[in-house]
């Protein structure tokens, strides 16, 4: 979104997307903007909402203070692997020795095009 802030007209004195850009939630030609930090820059999906159709329920909550998990949220593992050598996860805390509590949401959600192709990616972006 800086580079789009910084984009000037061919005369260098107006920058169109500016104002926009800075206002909460930011906007691109008066669309609402979102943004990722796990979404790589240089990848922009186009979206055409009227052409999608999503459903989704009333989430499953569940609560413990028993479980053990691992806390790391790039590949997260199974607490232990069987095999020569055996694999164990790392970090992990149990919730019950550390006096802490976990909450988990499941949301059974589907969605599907009502024409064809209303998703875009664009690929290699040099904002």
Sequence with gaps: MMALEGKA??????????ADL???PPLLLGFPLPSSL????SRVLLVDAANVAFAGGAPAWEVSDQATIHEETETPLPISTPGTPATVAAPVRSLFQTHSAAVK????VSWGALRPRPIQELTAVAW
């Design 9 to 18: 007209n061919t005369l260098g004195d107006v920058y169109p997307y500016r």
């Design 105 to 108: 949401a499941v949301y059974m």
């Design 22 to 24: 800075r206002r909460t």
């Design 38 to 41: 796990t979404f790589d820059n």
